[in-house]
């Protein structure tokens, strides 16, 4: 079984600032990581994944996020926050072979002028 | 490359009313799915498609839910009848190896 747990509900940051969104996992096999965004009334959009390689991943808008399998974790930050980053984050893990996703319920980021 | 293709785009029902959604995948992707995302959770799989066959239906609430994926290319989702809690909005996404998947932009559904 797999699962996860995304450990903020909403982050609220000023632009400029940094962002991190937290982001812990549990798989019985090696996992794949992904991260989407969702802006409002738009589809999901891929912003990085973790498949077995590096375990830094550089995503697209600045984002990345690193794989730590002692922690099980695989936060997502940004160093300086944009308006634009306003948005839905999910954090999802698949295990290889399985082609099933598991969603994390999502963490809304607010960014203030 | 297309995307994903989803319609309606909005759709607003009756209570114990029947609907249908309609998704064309990205052209070669075998893989496709239908999530349900009601406000303020994350998506939730209800049916997954390997080509024409079922992979995945176990979140699917076969008493009023049905998808079919014809000649493994698009596919229909059908409720009927709709219930208010089926309020949300449905999406489909596709894969070409399962890893990546890309996601429509969805249909929001309304049920009164």
């Known amino acids: 079984a797999q699962s996860v747990t995304q450990l903020d509900s909403h982050v609220s940051v000023s632009e400029g600032t940094p962002v991190l969104l937290r982001c812990n996992y549990s798989?019985?096999?090696?996992?794949?990581l992904f991260w989407y965004v969702q802006h409002p009334n738009k589809g999901l959009q891929l912003l990085l994944k973790?498949?077995?390689?590096?375990?830094l991943v550089k995503g697209i808008n600045g984002f990345e996020a690193e794989f730590k399998k002692s922690e099980t974790s695989f936060h997502l930050t940004k160093p300086s926050a944009h308006m634009s980053d306003a948005a839905e984050y999910f954090c999802?893990?698949?295990?290889?072979?399985?082609?099933?996703?598991?969603f994390g319920a999502g963490t809304t980021v607010t960014v203030r002028a | 490359e297309a995307g994903v293709a989803q319609s309606p785009r909005y759709k607003i029902i009756e209570k114990r009313q029947s609907v249908a959604f309609w998704c064309n995948p990205i052209?070669?992707?075998?893989?496709l799915y239908w999530y349900q995302q009601i406000l303020g959770q994350g998506p939730k799989l209800l049916i997954q498609f390997q080509n024409n066959g079922v992979v995945d239906d176990s979140q699917l609430p076969k008493d009023r839910f049905s998808a079919e994926r014809l000649k493994g290319v698009d596919s229909t989702l059908k409720i009927q009848p709709a219930k208010l809690e089926d309020s949300a909005v449905y999406l489909c996404a596709s894969s070409l190896e399962g890893a990546e998947l890309f996601f429509g932009s969805g249909t929001q559904l309304s049920v009164l």
């Open positions: 999802v893990v698949t295990t290889f072979g399985d082609y099933k996703l598991s």
């Open positions: 052209s070669g992707h075998a893989t």
């Open positions: 798989s019985s096999y090696s996992p794949s």
């Open positions: 973790y498949t077995s390689a590096a375990t």
